[in-house]
C-alpha cells in the first residue's frame, strides 16, 4: 500500500451481527441493513479509507451464508479489510471464506510507518474473552520486531471496565498479562475493541483505549443488568500520524434505530 497523505485513514465497524437471512431481524433489529447504511454513510462522509477494520461479532448466526454477505457488501468497496473474531463468531470459518486478495483474517498489517496487529480473544462457547500464549506471544514478536513503527493493537473483547457490572464479566480476563506487554512498548499508540456495544475511551500509560459502538443496536451504558439503548448505530474513523498522532471521532447514522424490542434477557 501507498502513503499518499500525512496520515492513514481507518475505517472501524464493529459487532454487525449478520444473520443466516439477509431479512431476519436480532432483537427487533435489521442486523443486516444497518451494516449495509452504516458502510454507505462512512464512504459518503469521507473520501477514502485505507483499510477497514471488522473488529468482531460480525455474525450472529456463524455459517458461510453470513460471512459470504458480509464479504460481498465489503468487497464492492475495494478497500482493503482485515478481520477478527468475537465471541459469536467461527474463527475457521470466517479464514476459510474471508480469504481474498482484499478481505482476510491477517494478523499483521504494516501501513506507512504503522503496524496495525489484531488479535483473536476468542474462548469457544464463551461470552468472556481470554489471550491464549500465542496471542501474547504473536503480539511481544510484532512489536519487537518494529520498535521503530507505531503501532495500533485491535481485539474483539474489552480489558477495561465499562461501569456496567454484567458486560464487565466478558471482559478479557488475562488483561494484566495484555497490559504488561503493551505498557512495554512505547510505540503502541492506542488499542481498540468492540464487544461493549457503546463508546469508551480511556488511557493508559502510552495508550489510548477506544471502545466502538455497534453498527446495528447498543447497549445501555452503566447499567447493572442487560440494557438495550436507542442511541443509533455507528462506525469509528481514525486517522494514523505519521508522527504518532491519532485523531478519531465516533459518527452515527443520521436516522433513528428502528424496530428495537427492549429484553431483559440478552440474546
Not at 44 to 61: S, V
Not at 86 to 109: I, P
Not at 180 to 199: D, F, M, P, T, Y
Not at 217 to 225: E, N, R, V, W
Request: with cysteine.
Amino acid at each position: 500500500m501507498t502513503l499518499a497523505t500525512e496520515c492513514l485513514s481507518i475505517l472501524q465497524l464493529s459487532d454487525t451481527h449478520i444473520l443466516a437471512s439477509s431479512d431476519a431481524t436480532l432483537l427487533g433489529v435489521d442486523t443486516a441493513y444497518y451494516f449495509r447504511a452504516v458502510l454507505a454513510r462512512a464512504f459518503a462522509d469521507h473520501p477514502r479509507f485505507d483499510l477497514i477494520m471488522l473488529t468482531g461479532d460480525l455474525a450472529q448466526d456463524p455459517i458461510s451464508p453470513s460471512y459470504q454477505y458480509l464479504l460481498q457488501h465489503i468487497s464492492q468497496y475495494g478497500v482493503p479489510t482485515v478481520c477478527l473474531p468475537g465471541n459469536h463468531d467461527d474463527y475457521a470459518l470466517m479464514q476459510r471464506v474471508l480469504n481474498t486478495e482484499l478481505v482476510s483474517c491477517r494478523k499483521q498489517v504494516l501501513l506507512g510507518n504503522w503496524q496495525i496487529i489484531n488479535l483473536n480473544s476468542q474462548i469457544i462457547g464463551e461470552e468472556g474473552g481470554y489471550l491464549d500464549a500465542g496471542e501474547l506471544s504473536f503480539l511481544s514478536a510484532s512489536l519487537k520486531a518494529y520498535p521503530d513503527r507505531h503501532a495500533l493493537v485491535a481485539v474483539h473483547h474489552h480489558s477495561l471496565p465499562t461501569e456496567s457490572y454484567w458486560m464487565d464479566t466478558m471482559m478479557i480476563s488475562n488483561s494484566d498479562a495484555f497490559w504488561a506487554i503493551l505498557k512495554s512498548h512505547r510505540q503502541v499508540k492506542a488499542l481498540v475493541n468492540g464487544h461493549i456495544h457503546q463508546e469508551m475511551e480511556a488511557q493508559i500509560a502510552n495508550v489510548r483505549i477506544l471502545g466502538t459502538p455497534s453498527t446495528c443496536f447498543q447497549f445501555k451504558p452503566k447499567s447493572l443488568g442487560f440494557a438495550l439503548d436507542e442511541t443509533s448505530p455507528a462506525y469509528r474513523h481514525l486517522q494514523l500520524y505519521t508522527d504518532g498522532r491519532i485523531a478519531t471521532q465516533v459518527k452515527r447514522l443520521p436516522e433513528a434505530l428502528v424496530g428495537l424490542q427492549h429484553t431483559p434477557h440478552g440474546y
